[in-house]
């Protein structure tokens, strides 16, 4: 398991302060003997007694079912430190090292180039075998000063169940002494800095302290496959894996020593290194088909290094293998896989058989072909001609097992225009249902006869790259929407409609998750007078004391009604009232108070002079009546307010006018008569719970395949040029199979990367084993067989920020087996399908 560094960590200073858990024998035939000198240097030791019987704060919990698992480390006196350096360490496993990233770095390189490492007889290494892993361990210390002891607590919560498995078997043995010397000085400062904070009690308490080791060199221990031991339960490791008697011998069970975050390129090598034929080219003369001209090869060297490591893997009596050769030929050919980061196994496996491609290409010379229009030609001619122009430019053992061909059709959404092609593929990338899918929150606005009866927020799905269209049906299912009833969709911002939603094939993806969208429910009718449109404001409080300037600001849902024969001030007044009827406090005082607003704003006007309190609500007065409402013609921004309704004055509205404006000011007491909900703000189109966790999300391979092959349209980003309209269009798209490989590699599209963040689905996909039937989805039969067999999965687990590759291979009979980097045991077939299947390895059934 691995640790894969944030942005600001990527650099080798900030890697080397990392700390490493190593074993303190691993240690010392790298460094020799401990010079005396600084504590750093000399190490401090810790030590700590396992056993239930142990009371007090170093009890170990030893159960791995247990969440947690705790235990005490207590600082040893140098005198002790001194008796026990001088004794021998190391021998009972129990004694181990807090190294610096530079030193386990340094550690390292010593047991890489030592020529003298020590061997068994059988020929195994005695310390190669363990060095092979490397995984974060999240622990939480306690830091006692009065005891100078540390507090231990690893949680289940903060590592991954296997993981968590591992550290019971490292700190969970009740039998020996644990020791643990610190050379990287860490827990001195630990110590040294009082993270302590008194209790309410008033007792003096300490923080909890959380430090991420990365542990290595302790791998877990392999297990042999049931039903195959001896009566005394033994077994012995050969080439670095666990065997039960009986079970030695078997080519091709080697694992890839881990150099340091390089699991993900071990699971992609042991997929392809147990993918049919191109074992037996690889074993075989294949440097003579190097292509030593292509300026699209790396001259070969890919292909050698992959070969080579190829040939190690499958020697017989080989040891877990260092890919090293391999990983330097990579980075210098691929720069963004050099260092010691996570990567993708699938962006890896693509570079490397596109690669691989290329150094074998038997084509020297390519001729330059173009493509020809289909013109109304059958498929199965326009195909032909695509597929033997590809091999007339690319002709090698990656084309010949692991490439197909799909057919390619786009629709022109304007003229018509139907564009076919045949294009070749190396693998498909087949996106999970729901990320084919999204969920919107609209509120819809329910206009009846009496005013606005209700306001419903919806939550509904539709496609990813769907049209509005797609939106309004959804939402008008959820809404019970009747034939004589249509929406009008309009998105607000600020408490303000900044435009209407109309065209049915405007793209859904240009509305973000933080947009907010209100739907308006409407009558069907004919009538052609234009929409009002009521913006709320009400005045803005201001945040320091003094005088400042009366500032309004819009608040509340807009409001959208049709014309409704409005002819002079007062109309549009009741219309606006009779809106909102529905949403009035239904008490006698507040219908007595609104008449009596409305009364007095008539006299006024009747007299030619203003409403008193209308006019000290402009200036931000609070007066003593009810307060009420000011109409305002404005424009689309709600910037000019120069136009004010009078009530008894003919309204003069353009019929013309699609949309008519109008500002509606409010005074506090008035906001007061009526229900809180009307000026509540819109929910977002989508709001991410972060802390939500998701239930476990289930589809077939079937499923994933049906979305990936069902039309959709293009994206934005993606528009395409039609020869027809001369224009670049939002094209429809539908891909078919037409053309099956013998190797069919289909990647599982499980993380999702944008802007702001990244995430990974852990949708359980159920595949099939022995029988992938693609026979009723390819597109043209040319008497092959359609039936696969899974053989290899590359599988990733954990999160976007950390995680660990491994690969299961199938290999003889009927057996399965685990490659975690250089530990390869036995798996039970049922135990292969998982969450965190990534790429799925199938190879063609040859029907008897």
């Given at each position: ?50 056993g239930?019987?142990y ?9 791995i ?7 005490g ?5 140098e005198?002790s ?113 009082d ?17 991420e ?32 008697p ?38 075989e ?14 001259d ?40 010691f ?26 001729p ?8 109304d ?44 092609t ?52 959804a ?53 052609d ?41 007062s ?36 007299e ?29 921004k ?66 994933c ?68 039937d ?38 003889g ?36």
């Amino acid at each position: 398991m691995e640790s894969v560094p944030s942005e600001d960590s990527h650099s080798e200073n900030n890697d080397d302060e990392r700390v490493y858990f190593v074993p303190l024998r691993w240690w010392k035939e790298a460094k020799g003997p401990m010079p005396e000198g600084s504590e750093g240097k000399e190490g401090v030791l810790y030590s700590g007694v396992a056993g239930s019987s142990y009371a007090g704060p170093m009890k170990i919990i030893n159960n791995i079912f247990n969440s947690d698992l705790m235990f005490g480390l207590k600082r040893e006196e140098e005198s002790s430190m001194q008796n026990r350096e001088n004794g021998e360490v190391g021998v009972s496993g129990r004694d181990f090292a807090l190294v610096s990233g530079e030193m386990w770095l340094q550690a390292l390189k010593w047991h890489s180039d030592s020529k003298n490492a020590i061997k068994d007889e059988k020929g195994c290494s005695s310390t190669e075998d363990d060095m092979a892993d490397i995984y974060p361990l999240q622990l939480k210390l306690n830091v006692q000063k009065e005891t100078k002891s540390l507090g231990v607590r690893i949680s289940k919560k903060d590592n991954a169940p296997e993981l968590f498995k591992r550290s019971c078997k490292i700190f969970g043995v009740d039998t020996e002494m644990l020791r643990i010397w610190d050379f990287s000085g860490r827990t001195t400062l630990f110590f040294l800095n009082d993270k302590s904070k008194i209790s309410s009690e008033g007792q003096k308490q300490s923080e909890e302290i959380f430090l991420e080791l990365q542990v290595y060199g302790l791998s877990d221990p392999s297990r042999c496959k049931e039903g195959k031991k001896d009566e005394n339960n033994s077994s012995f490791k050969m080439n670095g894996i666990a065997f039960c008697p009986g079970e030695a011998g078997s080519l091709g069970l080697t694992g890839l020593q881990n150099l340091g975050n390089t699991c993900f390129m071990n699971s992609a090598l042991q997929c392809l290194a147990h993918t049919p034929k191109l074992v037996d080219y690889f074993l075989e003369d294949y440097a003579k088909e190097i292509n030593h001209d292509n300026p699209l090869g790396m001259d070969g060297e890919i292909a050698l290094a992959f070969g080579d490591l190829l040939r190690k893997l499958w020697a017989p009596g080989a040891g877990p293998v260092a890919p090293r050769a391999f990983k330097a030929k990579l980075a210098r050919f691929a720069p963004q896989f050099s260092g010691f980061n996570q990567h993708d196994s699938q962006e890896l496996l693509a570079f490397l058989l596109d690669g691989l491609h290329e150094d074998l290409n038997r084509v020297k010379r390519k001729p330059y072909i173009e493509a020809k229009d289909a013109d109304d030609r059958p498929d199965t001619e326009v195909a032909d001609e695509y597929w033997h122009n590809h091999l007339a430019r690319n002709d090698s053992i990656i084309v010949d097992v692991c490439q197909g061909q799909y057919k390619s059709t786009l629709v022109c959404p304007i003229c018509r225009k139907v564009s076919v092609t045949f294009d070749p593929f190396m693998y498909l990338s087949l996106p999970l249902p729901s990320t084919t899918m999204r969920t919107m929150t609209l509120t819809v606005v329910n206009n009846g006869i009496n005013g606005i009866t209700q306001l419903s927020p919806y939550t509904v799905s539709v496609p990813k790259n769907g049209k509005l269209q797609d939106l309004t049906r959804a939402l008008g299912i959820a809404c019970s929407l009747g034939l004589d009833e249509t929406l009008l969709v309009a998105e607000a911002y600020n408490n303000m409609i900044i435009r209407f939603l109309e065209d049915p094939s405007d793209s859904l993806s240009l509305i973000r998750d933080a947009d907010r969208l209100v739907a308006y429910r409407f009558m069907k009718d004919n009538s052609d007078g234009p929409f009002l449109v009521f913006t709320n404001q009400q005045m803005e409080k201001p945040q320091t004391h003094g005088k400042s300037t009366p500032n309004w600001k819009a608040f509340g849902v807009p409001i959208v009604s049709k014309h409704c024969n409005v002819t002079k001030g007062s109309d549009l007044r009741d219309l606006y009232l009779k809106l909102l009827n529905s949403f009035q406090i239904s008490t006698e005082e507040s219908l007595e108070n609104l008449d009596l607003s409305n009364k007095t704003e008539r006299m006024a006007e009747t007299e030619g002079t203003e409403s008193p309190h209308l006019s000290s609500s402009m200036n931000g007065e609070d007066s003593s009546s009810d307060g009420g409402l000011e109409f305002y013609i404005t424009d689309e921004k709600g910037i000019v307010k120069d136009s004010k309704i009078s009530m008894n004055e003919p309204l003069e509205i353009n019929q013309e006018l699609r949309l008519l404006h109008v500002l509606v000011y409010w005074s506090d007491k008035q906001i007061q008569q009526f229900d809180s909900q009307l000026f509540s703000p819109l929910p977002e189109v989508y709001k991410s719970g972060f802390l939500a966790k998701k239930p476990q999300e289930s589809a077939s391979l079937y499923k994933c395949l049906d979305t990936f092959l069902q039309e959709e349209p293009l994206g934005p980003e993606d528009m395409w040029y039609c020869p027809s309209c001369k224009k670049h269009r939002q094209a429809s798209k539908k891909l078919d199979l037409w053309r099956l490989p013998e190797i069919l590699v289909i990647h599982l599209k499980r993380f999702q990367y944008s802007r702001y963040m990244k995430n990974k689905l852990e949708t359980y996909v159920d595949f099939p084993v022995d029988n992938l039937d693609l026979s009723a989805y390819i597109s043209h039969r040319n008497g092959k067989s359609y039936q696969y067999m899974l053989y290899a999965i590359s599988n990733h687990y954990g999160s976007m920020g950390g995680g660990h590759y491994t690969a299961f291979v199938h290999h003889g009979g009927d057996q399965w087996y685990d490659f975690d980097d250089s530990n390869v045991h036995p798996i039970s077939k049922e135990k292969i399908k998982s969450s965190a299947a990534y790429v799925l390895f199938y190879r063609r059934v040859v029907e008897g």
